[in-house]
């Protein structure tokens, strides 16, 4: 027998779009969310799971780094870039913010 955690069940379904400059507890509470404490292969980790409209998003942390990894619902209508941008306005922070963006062909892009 093994655990699961919620975190690892439903993360399936989001894919990563890009880490943020911010504390996942910034990002929670100007957004009034709950974070939630699990665990996957990796180890421990602080995660939200939101809406803003019609768009899902997974917002994260694993407990030894810094930066909020989002991800999107594979279900979205909107493309990735058009989501984060509705997600850093409604944060109220400009682009500045991202550390890094999800490239189409699934690789990473720092942002300087």
């Known amino acids: 027998m093994r655990q699961r955690s919620m975190f690892d069940r439903a993360g399936r379904h989001y894919r990563e779009i890009a880490i943020l400059r911010l504390e ?11 974070v939630e404490a699990g665990f996957d292969e990796l180890g421990e980790i602080e995660a939200a799971f939101f809406a803003i409209g019609d768009l899902e998003f997974l917002a994260y942390r694993y407990r030894a780094d810094h930066g909020v990894l989002v991800d999107l619902h594979r279900g979205a209508d909107l493309e990735a870039a058009e989501a984060l941008d509705r997600l850093l306005s409604v944060l109220g922070v400009d682009r500045g913010v991202i550390a890094a963006l999800v490239q189409p062909d699934g690789s990473w ?4």
């Open 24 to 34: 996942l507890q910034q990002l929670a509470h100007r957004l009034r969310l709950h």
């Open 109 to 112: 892009e720092t942002m300087d």
